[in-house]
């Protein structure tokens, strides 16, 4: 078993969801990085298996086709050791051997970072819930139609 400190209260749980839309055979598969606040290793496997279950649902996208959630699992859980504050390390990887242009591969610009990235239409299952959209659409009109593409 993996060292956790007594005084670890803060996890991190990879949750894994599949999400299916009635009538296209392709699924969609997310794996959320969700914090998870427990006394015990034990206490925050129950509590992120709870998460992933709450977020099984049915609805229907603006197609009106039936959008299935299913959590099927968790890829990972791990300790956080420090504190959550500014500047604390919440994981790490390890790698032994790295070349020079490996690092650099890793190493990515600004814009290309995740919070920095431009989002591309949507490819794929239209998942998109009619409910939500509906209600974006009534509060922000100009909306409409803005990179709204569909496959």
């Known amino acids: 078993m993996a060292f956790v400190a007594k005084d670890a209260k803060w996890y991190l749980?990879?949750?894994?969801?599949?999400?299916?839309v009635k009538g296209n055979k392709r699924n969609v598969?997310?794996?959320?990085?969700?914090?998870v606040r427990a006394d015990s290793p034990e206490e925050a496997y129950e509590k992120a298996i709870a998460l992933?279950?709450?977020?099984?649902?049915?609805?229907k996208n603006p197609e009106g086709k039936m959008v299935t959630i299913r959590f099927r699992g968790l890829k990972d859980l791990n300790v956080i050791y420090e504190e959550l504050e500014h500047g604390s390390e919440i994981t790490f990887s390890r790698d032994v051997g790295v070349?020079?242009?490996k690092i650099k591969s890793w190493i990515?610009?600004?814009k290309n970072l995740g919070v920095?990235?431009?989002?591309?239409?949507?490819r794929g299952p239209d998942y998109s819930s009619a409910e939500i959209i509906q209600e974006v659409f009534k509060r922000w009109p100009h909306l409409r139609g803005a990179d709204r593409q569909r496959n």
């Open 13 to 20: 749980a990879d949750i894994v969801e599949e999400i299916r």
């Open 29 to 35: 598969l997310h794996t959320n990085l969700v914090l």
């Open 52 to 59: 992933g279950k709450r977020g099984n649902t049915k609805y």
């Open 99 to 101: 070349s020079e242009q």
């Open 108 to 110: 990515r610009s600004k």
């Open 116 to 122: 920095f990235a431009r989002v591309e239409a949507h």
